[in-house]
């Protein structure tokens, strides 16, 4: 409405009292061309409907006043209802389904100068702001609701909603399976290898055999740098866990000899203290009958028996040694035992939870390999569809709704969109089972064993 703008800007500029008559009859000619021929419809006018909307200015004169009033409730943007119609103040309900903006403009009038008792139809104008959606669906990239453009065509359409969609989803999900089973069966072959190599070294270890001797699986492939790599680690822990074992062993077998030294010395020293005390027990011997006769004096029988007592608890503080050192040999021993148990143990239970977890990549090893099968089977065969609805001419039809009755419409690329029209696209597509066993797409195909890598159909054996 850049005209009606214009027209109350001139008669802002005649409103003051020198040009009150002038002013009035510019305005009479405004309401005059704003609001006569919005009667009319124009094929070519956009015609209202639900969810459209509209900003509305609504303006009077007041001759009593010299000045134009602009009615500042009205003056906001509306939204059509689902029935159709408007709630306006002051005017109350309008109907603004099957209109045009002009129409709508002066239905409003009408009603505010009936409603209000107003002497002239005020001045309004209707102007959308937003118009109600339209809708496609089909074979596009993005179907869904999009805000509808004035003179919008199908193809048009067709570039909002992102283009055609000729290649089907299950394509782009099979071959995301395919690549990821490859991955998921390249892993579960790198984890193999680590736990066989693993199961060997760990059988080594039991055994307590110098080497490892690994599977014929895993010899074949020495010449590979990263098997040669793994068997090459495993040796070396192999090493340095028998080194500490044996380093530990070691240390408990030199304390054991040291104890065992220690004895040797203090069943010595008893037979030491054993000849002094029988030498002793002689010599008091002969002192006591010599003192019994008064031969000898007494303070030398009472000084051998002091000799013998000492020499007798010497005895058994050598005794008493003996026994502690024969216990600590004892302890010794039992602990080089319990190590050696220990080592073998910790083997054993890791040795057991190496063979199930072999067990259990088997099972998921031959899951993945199944279900790439059935990814790489079947993906070819899509994608062959995929080619076949390339090459097919899209078909168009629209869905309108005109007087509460929907109707079904050809079209063509070049043909009108109605706002809140739906669109649907549709691309004939051949049936999976007009191509058969189309065979294994070289992009999709030999997918790798879980046994190393190698390039073959048949499942693995993880065993």
């Not at 168009?396 to 079209?411: C, D, F, H, K, N």
Request: proline share 5%; net charge neutral.
């Amino acid at each position: 409405m850049p005209c009606s703008k214009r027209l109350i800007a001139r008669v802002r500029q005649f409103s003051k009292p020198t040009g009150r008559v002038l002013g009035q009859l510019i305005l009479a000619f405004a309401v005059a061309v704003l609001s006569g021929p919005a009667v009319a419809l124009d094929k070519d006018e956009y015609i209202l409907g639900p969810q459209d909307k509209v900003r509305i200015k609504v303006y009077e004169w007041r001759a009593s006043l010299d000045v134009i009033f602009e009615w500042i409730a009205l003056n906001d943007e509306f939204t059509v209802s689902a029935g159709g119609s408007l709630s306006l103040p002051f005017a109350g309900e309008v109907r603004a389904a099957g209109l045009s903006p002009n129409a709508l403009a002066a239905a409003i009038g009408d009603q505010l100068m009936r409603n209000m008792g107003l002497g002239r139809r005020p001045d309004a104008a209707v102007e959308v702001v937003q118009y109600r959606p339209f809708y496609i669906v089909g074979h596009v990239m993005q179907p869904g609701e999009f805000p509808y453009r004035p003179k919008l065509t199908v193809l048009q359409a067709l570039s909002i909603a992102g283009g055609l969609r000729t290649r089907e989803e299950n394509i782009a999900r099979f071959e995301r399976e395919v690549i990821q089973g490859r991955g998921d069966v390249g892993l579960f072959g790198l984890e193999k290898i680590n736990l066989l190599a693993r199961k060997a070294r760990l059988e080594a270890e039991l055994k307590e055999a110098e080497d490892i001797r690994f599977p014929n699986s895993l010899v074949s492939r020495k010449e590979d740098r990263a098997v040669a790599l793994l068997m090459e680690q495993e040796r070396s822990i192999l090493k340095a866990r028998r080194e500490g074992q044996r380093t530990q062993i070691r240390a408990l077998e030199t304390l054991r000899e040291f104890l065992q030294k220690e004895l040797g010395s203090l069943d010595d020293q008893l037979v030491f203290h054993d000849r002094q005390i029988a030498s002793i027990q002689k010599e008091l011997a002969d002192v006591s009958k010599l003192v019994s006769k008064g031969l000898a004096a007494a303070p030398r029988e009472l000084n051998l028996d002091r000799a013998l007592t000492q020499y007798q608890s010497e005895r058994l503080t050598a005794e008493t040694g003996l026994l502690r050192a024969r216990q600590e040999v004892s302890r010794t021993e039992i602990a080089i035992l319990e190590l050696r148990n220990r080592y073998k143990n910790e083997v054993t239970v890791e040795l057991r939870q190496t063979q199930a977890e072999l067990d259990t990549l088997a099972r998921r090893a031959e899951t993945a390999v199944e279900l790439l099968h059935e990814s790489e089977v079947s993906a070819p065969r899509l994608l062959a569809r995929a080619r076949e609805a390339a090459r097919a001419k899209p078909v168009y039809t629209i869905v309108r709704s005109t007087g509460g009755r929907s109707e079904t419409l050809p079209a063509t690329e070049t043909s009108a969109l109605m706002p809140g029209d739906t669109l649907r696209v549709e691309i004939p597509m051949p049936d999976l089972e007009d191509f058969g066993d189309t065979g294994l797409d070289p992009a999709v195909s030999n997918s790798p064993d879980v046994s190393f890598g190698q390039t073959t159909s048949a499942q693995p054996n993880i065993q």
